[in-house]
């Protein structure tokens, strides 16, 4: 098993120089999972745009703030113009973004993120059962010229690997952990299609809905309305000027969206299980 891909079964009995941090339970707006005077991290929900643009009024920040509780920015003093975004999700996918709080700490994450060494591990649940159960998917990715909003895999595009590992499968459906080695636009998703499993709920690669589901419960449970891809768990380096006494590396983990968790549970064993074990569920 490669060692990048690897979960903690236990988040709280980490070793004595990593400091672990596991948020309560995800509502439908955003939440504070880890915040101190360098950095916050947030838990974005799906459906919260962080792109930008010219013809966009309000940043990227500025709408991840709207969708944090007022008592959350408040108790934290949290403004547009204080933070930096370290990096971007898909609109379609929850989990974990980091902001920064001063110039310096914002150019230290961004530099980590591009020297691979902030591990940033993702859960799915996508259609079939990759084989062989841990693996690297590797393929070029470019724009699709047939679909402005689409990437695809093409010997034009730009180098790109991912790894996964089963953490369990269930009829039609299998639990993954990711890791994108390389940070091209939409490279899970696109990758995971091309290997033939999309992401359960991601209309933009994912063809079909059901994919031969009958029972109707769990037709419901996996027709969301966004992909059920997560970003799960950062492992962050030590910053530049950390605090005397601060651990040596922090690792924060993030709660999934509703809907994951009510798919998770609905599918019930193996899926479940494996979920309970890897500490994913609370």
């Known amino acids: 098993m490669p060692h990048n891909l690897v979960l903690f079964s236990a988040l709280s009995r980490g070793p004595a120089h990593i400091e672990v941090w596991q948020a309560g339970p995800v ?54 113009d204080g933070l930096w975004l370290v990096h971007r999700l898909d609109v379609g996918t929850s989990g974990l973004v980091l902001l920064a709080r001063d110039p310096d700490t914002h150019r230290a994450l961004v530099e980590a993120i591009g020297g691979r060494r902030v591990e940033k591990t993702y859960l799915a649940l996508v259609w079939g059962r990759p084989r062989p159960p841990v693996g690297e998917l590797e393929g070029r990715i470019g724009p699709d010229p047939s679909d402005r909003r689409r990437m695809r895999v093409t010997i034009e595009g730009k180098p790109a690997r991912s790894g996964y590992r089963v953490l369990a499968a269930a009829s039609h459906v299998t639990l993954v952990a990711l890791r994108a080695h390389t940070g091209r636009t939409h490279q899970l998703r696109v990758h995971l299609a091309h290997a033939g499993h999309p992401i359960v709920g991601d209309d933009l690669y994912g063809g079909p809905r059901h994919r031969g589901v009958r029972d109707a419960l769990r037709r419901r449970l996996l027709a969301p309305d966004h992909p059920l891809l997560h970003a799960w768990r950062l492992a962050l380096p030590p910053l530049p000027g950390s605090e005397p006494g601060r651990a040596s590396a922090l690792v924060l983990t993030a709660p999934l969206p509703a809907d994951f968790v009510a798919a998770i549970e609905g599918l019930g064993d193996p899926i479940l299980a494996a979920a309970g074990a890897e500490g994913i569920l609370a």
């Open 27 to 80: 509502g439908p707006a955003a939440t504070i999972v880890f915040a101190d005077h360098r950095l916050v991290a947030v838990n974005k929900p799906p459906g919260l745009s962080l792109a930008t643009s010219r013809a966009t009024s309000a940043t990227a920040v500025e709408r991840l703030l709207s969708a944090l509780p007022r008592t959350e920015r408040e108790a934290w003093g949290l403004a547009p």
